[in-house]
Structure formats: structure tokens, C-alpha cells
């Protein structure tokens, strides 16, 4: 195997360590998040740093520099509050990868890029119409990560849609289903498709599939 | 499309929102974090919430319950400050997934899964063997999310080990050629495969394909 130690990660030239960095921890959630300016601006651009928080309240977090090319979505959530969360599928990865062009700030990512604007019970933020899971959510709290100097930003789920056929009846959301996609690294497009989905694991007993029935 | 609002989300069966909320947002990376306490336990877990949080420095962060089943993990990390982030791959979802049983401190999970431990250039915590990605990391910090009572713990990436044959001559590694997966919600293990990979966007040009070499 390949070995690479931190002094050698310092030395790298900047967009082969930018690659290999954000590549090597594995696959990273593909979503646009959508916002209104005060002053009426629509915005939408990819972020591929949404994680998951907690479902009790139910939380979601993402990393942004403050001054990058996200500036526009950051500045329009600490204005209103409000920000859309919204499954990159595969047949609009293309648009997506647009998103992070840097635009002015009056110029609409989506007149540029084919996405379309959709408003959904009177949420401030535009949902994007392509998607096919879309989230609605409140900017709660952020965190100054002094160590690089980059903000997790903490936010409320407020609404939640989809469409109904991807649901199974314990909750889950089957993602291949929607054709959601994942990021490999900075600029990779990744379709998932399900190998197994496996119950509460339990010691010193076989890991059991629910799709086995003969295992059960 | 299916809508459900926050008070909806409040009143959920605890599981069905477990597995909605940990759905919604997208796909997680799928890791195996590796420990070894004090007294020389090895331990390891699985983990669906490492992000990358920056290439310069390289730091990864991740987000854990401190009194939940990864509590060892947690408080090894703490005594030693050494942890290793290990790639799931297709061929062991199974043994990742039994990780995730509570077994009592002084039993590891390497015994239990069949993973086992390997131990590369002195550095304090196990690497899995099974893993064709790994990585040796340091605690930097932690922050504590007051909103749900977790923890953000960032950590420096200090060794990469990986196949040669995954890394593109940019620095970039392809996941799909090294089988790693992405997970589903709490239970699901998926495996992507690559759909295309673009050039960095430029305002008011097509994107344009890594690939099709005619368009570039």
C-alpha cells in the first residue's frame, strides 16, 4: 500500500492535496441548498458536507468557509434564517457541478443553470423542483472550528417531502430509489444502488438482513 | 409528494423517525473507527458521520453521543488522543455492521466481526486489515453541539495508506475501484458506482467531463 505521512500532505501542491483530501474519507452526501436574500435573490449551490445531527430534535449540520464561493447561501441563512436542502439525482449532476461557478451575487444560479425555483407552503427559501427529497430547514446555531478556520453551521428539519413510493414502512428512506447520488472527492458523481439493509445488530449473534427472510 | 412538518416529525414513533431523519439527508460515508484504550483494548466501531472538513490543514471531523455505544471509542480517543479511519468496502458490510452491537469494553469487536487489527509505522491505534483506505489520525478538539447534546470531535489526518491503482494522477481517489461503500440511513449499505466526473465550473460555460474528451 501507498504510505503518505502529514509532512508529505504539507508539501503536496494545492489541487492534488485538495483531491486526494477530500477524497479520502469516503462518500459525501450531494445537495443543493437554496436560498432568498433580503432583497429577494434567489441562490442555490452544491454542498456535499451535510451531515446528519440527531433525529430528536431532528438536526442537520454543514461546514462552509465563510468567504468562499458559498458566501452567497451563508450570508442569505444568517439574514432570513431560512435555507432548502435538496437531493442531487442523477440526471441533474450536470447542473448541479454548475452551481459552484462563481456567479455575482445578483445573478441566479438557477436562470444559469436549468434548475427551477419552487415554492412550497410558504417556506421563505426556494425548494429546487428537480428533486425528488427535499428538506426544509431553520439555521439554529453555528460553530467557529478554530482549527481551520471554518463554520458548522446547525440547523433545524422543518419540512420534509417525497415522494411516497421511496418510503418503506419503518420509516427509512430507500435512496436508490430516487436515484440520489453521491460525491467522490471534490468533483466525482457517484449512483449508490442497495446491497443490503441489516437489523439492530445484537452480540454474539449473526447480523441478520431484512431482506432474508429464511434468516429471521 | 409525501409532506411531513416538524410537529409531525415530534410526534413520531421513536425508530420510524430514527430511520426518516437519518435518511433524508443523503447518502454518509461508511467508516470503521479503530482505538486502543489505556490498557491496550483494541476496539472498533462503525461510523456513518466523518466529513471532511479541510484539506490545509487535512482535518476530518465527526460527530458522536458521548454515552452512546461508541462511548469506548470516544474515551479512547480522549485518553490516547490516536484513532484510525478505516473504509468499508462490500466484502465486509456484514462485519462493519456487527460492530455496532454493544459488547462490554473489555471484549473487542475485532475478536468478535472476524476484522482484524494490523498495526502500521508505530502508530498507536489498529488500522482493519480488510480496509483498502485507511487513515491514522490525531485529536485536535472538540465542540460541543449545545442544540442536541452531541459532540463534534476534529481530528488531524497524519498517515493515508491506500492501493496505488485508486489514485488518479491529480491526487484523486476513485472509490468505486476499491469497492467502498456509502450508507443508507442507520442500516443500509450501498455501493456506487461512478457516473462522471467534471472539470471545476466556470460562470456561463458547460460543465464539462473529465471523460469526453471531445468537449474539452
Given amino acids: 500500500m501507498k504510505h503518505i505521512e502529514a509532512s508529505e500532505i504539507e508539501k503536496m501542491e494545492k489541487i492534488f492535496r485538495l483531491n486526494l483530501i477530500n ?3 469516503g462518500y459525501k452526501s450531494a445537495n443543493l441548498i437554496a436560498t432568498k436574500s433580503k432583497s429577494g435573490n434567489p441562490n442555490v449551490a452544491v454542498f456535499s458536507s451535510i451531515t446528519h445531527m440527531g433525529s430528536d430534535p431532528a438536526m442537520l449540520g454543514f461546514v462552509t468557509r465563510p468567504l468562499n464561493v458559498s458566501r452567497n447561501t451563508y450570508q442569505n441563512i444568517r439574514d ?4 432548502t436542502v435538496n437531493h442531487i439525482h442523477e440526471k441533474m449532476i450536470e447542473q448541479a457541478h454548475h452551481t459552484a461557478a462563481k456567479y455575482d451575487e445578483e445573478i441566479s444560479e438557477f436562470h444559469k443553470t436549468g434548475l427551477n425555483e419552487e415554492y412550497l407552503d410558504d417556506f421563505h427559501a426556494p425548494y429546487v423542483k428537480q428533486s425528488e427529497v427535499k428538506l426544509g430547514c431553520k439555521y439554529l446555531n453555528e460553530y467557529h472550528i478554530k482549527e481551520n478556520d ?3 453551521v446547525v440547523a ?9 413510493g421511496i ?4 420509516g427509512w428512506l430507500r435512496l436508490d430509489d430516487a436515484g440520489t447520488v453521491a460525491i467522490n472527492g471534490l468533483d466525482g458523481y457517484s449512483l ?13 449473534q449473526e447480523v441478520r438482513s431484512f431482506f432474508s427472510k429464511e434468516k429471521n
Fill in 167 to 170: 418510503q418503506m414502512p419503518d
Fill in 80 to 83: 432570513t434564517s431560512y435555507f
Fill in 23 to 25: 477524497s479520502c474519507t
Fill in 156 to 164: 433545524a428539519i422543518e419540512h420534509i417531502y417525497f415522494d411516497e
Fill in 192 to 204: 449508490p444502488s442497495l446491497l443490503d439493509r441489516f437489523h439492530y445488530a445484537r452480540p454474539n
Fill in 150 to 152: 471554518t463554520l458548522l
